[in-house]
């Protein structure tokens, strides 16, 4: 069981290049989320998906496009790369019932330098 | 979503010593979680509250979650340096999972 898997785990981008955080899990987990967290800050939620075809906007999602077609995968996308979007992202996943997300089980994290 | 707010920001103890950790929020929470997080490391699921009032422990963790469910505690019994890193609760609100922004604690040896 690889759990919440994460790629790349560390990625250099200039301004304004594209680029897509790949994320899967194997525990057939409804639901999904991104996470953005900066230098002794906590965590921010990005995106979140309830199930494959269902996303929505969480707390700071200007900038970033996620899809889940499918139950295990789900990508994040930076349009056009900002200095501000230099961080440290985690996608999580869990169960999902009527009070909402459960226990969240996180990947590594990808390290993004934006310069 | 709901904001919950943690206090102290940040904590050093001496090896041994008690440490604490508190989470607030201004409205009723539906459930809270505790996670920790290791220096470098991802967060790892410690515990979920979800009635009023609950208390549970975890060896020398002590956890709790307020009778008016609006504020949580975490409690750490003689601190060890394994102890070491940040500790974040989180709450649902609605189907968004969003955190406190943490307690990083130190111990010195």
């Known amino acids: 069981n690889a759990g919440v898997t994460q790629t790349p785990k560390f990625q250099v981008l200039k301004t304004g290049q594209s680029m897509t955080l790949q994320c899967a899990q194997d525990?057939?987990?409804?639901?999904m989320s991104w996470y953005r967290q900066d230098p002794g800050m906590g965590l921010r939620l990005i995106h979140y998906s309830v199930g494959a075809g269902i996303t929505d906007q969480g707390e700071v999602p200007n900038g970033y496009n996620v899809s889940r077609s499918t139950t295990e995968d789900f990508p994040l996308r930076l349009l056009s790369a900002a200095p501000s979007q230099t961080s440290v992202y985690f996608c999580?996943?869990?169960?999902?019932?009527?009070?909402?997300?459960?226990?969240?089980?996180f990947g590594e994290g990808s390290r993004l330098t934006v310069l | 979503g709901q904001q919950v707010m943690q206090i102290p920001q940040y904590q050093h103890v001496q090896e041994g010593e008690d440490f604490t950790t508190y989470c607030n929020s201004s409205?009723?929470?539906?459930?809270i979680q505790w996670y920790k997080q290791r220096p470098g490391g991802h967060p790892v699921f410690l515990i979920q509250l979800v009635k009023s009032g609950e208390v549970k422990k975890q060896k020398r963790l002590t956890f709790q979650f307020g009778e008016a469910k609006k504020n949580s505690s975490l409690h750490i019994t003689a601190t060890q340096t394994t102890d070491v890193g940040t500790y974040f609760c989180?709450?649902?609100?609605?189907?968004?999972?969003?955190f406190g922004g943490g307690t990083r604690l130190m111990v010195k040896p």
């Open positions: 409205t009723t929470l539906s459930n």
């Open positions: 525990m057939n987990h409804e639901y």
């Open positions: 989180g709450n649902n609100a609605g189907n968004m999972l969003t």
């Open positions: 999580a996943s869990s169960y999902h019932d009527r009070v909402g997300a459960g226990e969240l089980f």
